[in-house]
């Protein structure tokens, strides 16, 4: 297979693979694909089946779930358990496989010399996007009553506002101050691997499709979240959420006013995983999510 970098000329190709199956975890999409290449030194191939991706962190070689239609799965894990061998001689270990892709190989025979475990820190969260909407019901009313306190404290001071690659510079400043109060959280040493991915996104901003919604107090730009929709899905992904924690209820909003104005048609949301972050997780259970999207990781028996 010919391997290709991930660049921002490339999301039109990925669309098409996107579409061949149901793909809620965010990794089957490209802003996440995009956003975490050079982390994961990921790249690409293609074929008449599916889109594949593979990965090289710390001198280890791995594959992603690919993108391709579900009737197709066993044979393209068998091609991608070809190139292992051919270039090593080895079983693929495969990273963040869905839950629907380890059904398909299991039932197939296809596992049957493999190892699968879950990788609960990668689970993603999947909402009902009219809950985040209304925070309607007893189980989101502690969400409601910070939403108001945060419209009351700073009624008159505060805007909504959907943004656009001209206000790059005020983002940019913004998540500089947000990253350097958050890298005490870090479990996973990944903001720095974070920050040089929405870097990059900033830098190739007029060449990739996205949304972007703030949130402006006292003039001054104190929240910002990027997001991607998937139409065959009815899915929002939100990529990054940054808010000013000075403002008690302000994530709350902004989390609101992104799906509310950017994407009305949505009926599912992705909030993405975790990463293990202890603070993060309890924030996401919160809010209720319909799911936990499963993620698996797939080794071959030998190697454990």
């Known amino acids: 297979m010919k391997l290709k970098p991930i660049s921002p000329f490339v999301q039109k190709e990925f669309a098409e693979y996107e579409r061949l199956r149901p793909m809620y975890i965010s990794e089957g999409h490209f802003i996440n694909q995009f956003l975490w290449e050079h982390y994961y030194s990921t790249r690409y191939a293609v074929d008449e089946l599916a889109l594949y991706l593979f990965i090289s962190r710390n001198g280890m070689e791995a594959s992603l779930a690919p993108l391709c239609k579900e009737k197709d799965l066993p044979e393209v894990f068998a091609r991608i358990e070809a190139c292992f061998y051919d270039k090593k001689n080895?079983?693929?270990?495969?990273?963040?496989?869905?839950?629907?892709?380890?059904?398909?190989?299991?039932?197939?025979?296809?596992?049957?010399?493999?190892?699968?475990?879950?990788?609960?820190?990668?689970?993603?969260?999947?909402?009902?996007?009219?809950?985040?909407?209304?925070?309607?019901?007893?189980?989101?009313?502690?969400?409601?009553?910070?939403?108001?306190?945060?419209?009351?404290?700073?009624?008159?001071?505060?805007?909504?506002?959907?943004?656009?690659?001209?206000?790059?510079?005020?983002?940019?400043?913004?998540?500089?101050?947000?990253?350097?109060?958050?890298?005490?959280y870090d479990k996973y040493n990944c903001i720095d691997a974070e920050e040089e991915g929405v870097y990059r996104l900033f830098g190739n901003c007029r060449s990739i499709r996205c949304k972007v919604g703030g949130v402006r107090i006292d003039g001054e730009l104190k929240a910002y979240t990027i997001g991607s929709y998937a139409p065959d899905i009815q899915c929002a992904f939100v990529h990054i959420e940054k808010a000013d924690v000075n403002y008690h209820g302000l994530y709350n909003y902004i989390n609101q006013q992104f799906i509310l104005h950017e994407f009305p048609e949505a009926k599912f949301v992705n909030r993405e995983d975790d990463l293990g972050q202890e603070n993060l997780r309890q924030a996401k259970l919160s809010y209720r999510p319909l799911r936990l999207e499963e993620k698996f990781t797939i080794r071959p028996k030998s190697s454990l």
């Open 90 to 184: 080895a079983s693929p270990t495969l990273y963040l496989a869905d839950k629907k892709m380890v059904e398909i190989l299991t039932d197939a025979g296809a596992l049957d010399n493999y190892e699968v475990t879950e990788d609960r820190d990668s689970f993603d969260y999947i909402y009902e996007a009219d809950k985040l909407r209304t925070l309607s019901g007893r189980a989101l009313h502690k969400k409601k009553n910070l939403l108001n306190g945060f419209l009351r404290e700073y009624e008159g001071r505060f805007q909504y506002e959907t943004l656009s690659w001209n206000n790059i510079g005020e983002i940019e400043d913004f998540h500089k101050k947000w990253l350097d109060e958050r890298r005490i």
